[in-house]
């Protein structure tokens, strides 16, 4: 039957929307929507749309429309879903849908997902904790009774998780990611330099010359901003050994996070994933150091999994084959 119907995953992400069919990526979109205020109606949305982003008159919106990987506007994400899963599957045929959720979200959030999925035009729809999808999609041995973990350092939630046996066995999510150490960076930059600056430049530092950890060369970037007493343009120069200290707390949240785990972990399972180590994936994990960081703070070795970015939507397609065996440990809606 095929073209008939589809089997998509989806990854509905805080920064980016993933659509994953099979093991191919076929949508990777930023979570961004410009609306016309007017009448409400949709101008673009994903790439384009996050090119509108300050750069717009009033006659304009854009939207983010989650935070800290839940739904935060349920109609546009459900616009966003619908025009995303036609360009897929076009008009006619429903697909059938897997779709992640942060793990420990509120029964009300996670039937919204559900909802603006099938609004959005899918003929069926499961829901799946985002630390299981990322573990299917990065080929951890979760069906067996030997312990897994696995790290997902999004753009706005942070989860830890250690599996068995298609589960959750123990796991915590912190409503805080990537946005939240460019954050940490606005800050510092403002306290130490008196200048301020956007977060999308603390972003850019943070990818360029940001680490976890101090490193052996030291990386240097000018970026522009404003002067906090006088208003005025001010360029500022920031450096890896800055960006690490503007980043001691967040990434100490997270080590705290990953070691209150760890500590409701069974100690059986705990000695696997020393064995085997913890995985780390999401845009997050792409910071410089960041398995050092965790494998020394925590003594279990952690690593940078192959495909950071697209496990999670990987993993939702890979989900949906595997309905059965994992029915029983999907989140109820
Ligand atoms: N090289 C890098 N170093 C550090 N952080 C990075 C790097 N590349 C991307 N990121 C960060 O990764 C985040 C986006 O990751 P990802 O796409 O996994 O998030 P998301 O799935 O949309 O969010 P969430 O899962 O929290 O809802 C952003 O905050 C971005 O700044
Ligand atoms: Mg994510």
Redesign the pocket.
Known sequence: MAGFSKDLGI????????IAEGNRIIVEEP?VVAIDVADQKIVEVGRQARDMEGRVPDSIEVARP?N??VIADYEITESLLRILIQRVSGRIFKPNVMISV?YGVTSVESRAVHEAVLQAGARDAYLIQ?PLAAALGVDLPINSPSGSMVI???????QAAVLAMYGIVSAETMRS???S??EYIVTYVRRKYGVIISPITA?LL??KI?AAVPQDTEQGMEVQGQDQVSGLPRPVTLTTGEIVEALQEPLRQLTETCRRVLEKTPPELVSDIIDRGMAL????????G?DKLLTKTLGIPAYLVDN??TC?AEGTARGLAMYPALRRNLPPV
């Open positions: 990854d509905l992400g805080t920064v980016y929307t993933r979570t989650l800290n990987g942060p985002q997902c350092l999004g753009g706005g939630a942070t990611g990537g946005k150490l460019d972003e943070k990818i940001g994936t999401g845009g997050g994990a792409l910071l410089r960041i950071p970015l999670v």
